[in-house]
């Protein structure tokens, strides 16, 4: 296999091609692996980071305009914006990060199961360590979203996209 990366022997670009190389965001997440000794892995956890802070300011965005602008009730706004917001991280994450080129209803699927454990994970962490142990809220909110990160990142990474190599090559 002729390396397309200068420099890169074909037996290393075989290593950080096992994962996922399609797509805009893999396919510079590789090459930049290739060019860094970086394991493609982890740049794809690197786009999978960088996709979920920008989804956090988007729904920020989204959230004023249907609440503060639109008058929304905030219980209702803030649902809508995380499900728009979800969807959208969803579908960049799926092409952009993992390399699919079209959507798949099971991996969907999967990702708003573990976005839910996430929510749920954090909200048990925040309150467990709140009221239980005496924590003041605002660790307990710190503590509550590492423990979702860490949940995300697991059901994401071990069973939303569990097959690396996207199905649509």
């Given amino acids: ?52 802070v920008l989804a956090f300011a988007i729904e920020l965005g989204i959230l004023a305009i249907l609440h503060q602008w639109l008058g ?6 803030s649902a809508l914006a995380a ?31 573990a976005a839910a454990g996430s929510f749920a994970v954090s909200w048990l962490v925040l309150n467990g360590s709140a009221h239980e142990l005496q924590v003041p809220y605002p660790v307990a909110t710190f503590l509550g979203s590492a423990a979702a990160f860490v949940w995300s990142g697991l059901t994401n990474f071990l069973w939303v996209w569990r097959s690396a190599q996207p199905a649509n090559r």
């Avoid at 996922?20 to 090459?31: D, E, I, Q, W």
């Avoid at 929304?72 to 706004?77: F, V």
């Avoid at 917001?85 to 991996?107: E, I, M």
């Fill in 1 to 52: 296999m002729p390396s397309a990366l200068p420099f890169v022997a074909p037996c290393a670009l075989r290593t950080w091609t096992r994962y996922s190389t399609r797509g805009v965001l893999a396919s510079n997440f590789t090459r930049v692996a290739a060019q860094t000794a970086l394991p493609a892995r982890f740049m794809q956890f690197a786009g999978w980071f960088a996709l979920g």
């Fill in 72 to 77: 929304m009730h905030l219980w209702l706004a």
């Fill in 83 to 113: 499900e728009i917001v979800l969807l959208g991280r969803f579908l960049s994450t799926d092409r952009f990060v993992f390399g699919y080129a079209t959507p798949s209803f099971g991996r969907c699927w999967r990702f708003h199961v």
